[in-house]
């Protein structure tokens, strides 16, 4: 079941079709002429680089740093995200994204890889350091919520 914070999100935004009819169309593209082993860390590399653009403030309680990177993907009309803490590792639950419709439902693991890239790199400036990594761990097959953990 979708809480009020992720509806009230998705009533808000608008998905414009000419982003998608162009973006579907590159990844066929990139897929049919690029080498595979390539994509997922050029997409890593691009959601780095996007990360780098977009620095999180200083943030000292998970809740802090939730409503930081909330504030720039509602700016953005890239989704929700929920943060939570494990023993072992951290769980980011990306909801609401527009790459289901910028990329296609077939693309969705680039669309994946690009927000391991922001993410790594958020968590890298922040202090995590290298030896914690961003990987994606599933992809909700109804919603194409993305999630994602932080772990060694």
Request: proline share 5%.
């Amino acid at each position: 079941m979708m809480n009020n914070a992720v509806l009230d999100y998705l009533l808000s935004q608008k998905r414009p079709e000419d982003a998608r009819f162009f973006t579907v169309h590159l990844m066929q593209q990139l897929q049919a002429n690029a080498n595979p082993d390539d994509l997922l860390p050029l997409m890593q590399a691009a959601g780095i680089q996007a990360a780098r653009g977009m620095s999180l403030p200083p943030c000292q309680t998970l809740t802090q740093l939730q409503d930081a990177i909330n504030a720039y993907w509602s700016q953005l009309g890239w989704g929700v995200v929920a943060l939570a803490e494990h023993p072992d590792h951290l769980v980011i639950e990306h909801m609401a994204s527009p790459l289901e419709s910028l990329l296609g439902r077939t693309h969705l693991e680039y669309g994946a890889a690009f927000l391991e890239g922001v993410y790594q790199e958020w968590f890298v400036e922040l202090g995590a350091g290298e030896s914690l990594q961003v990987r994606l761990a599933g992809i909700d097959p109804e919603t194409c919520d993305l999630l994602f953990r932080l772990a060694r």
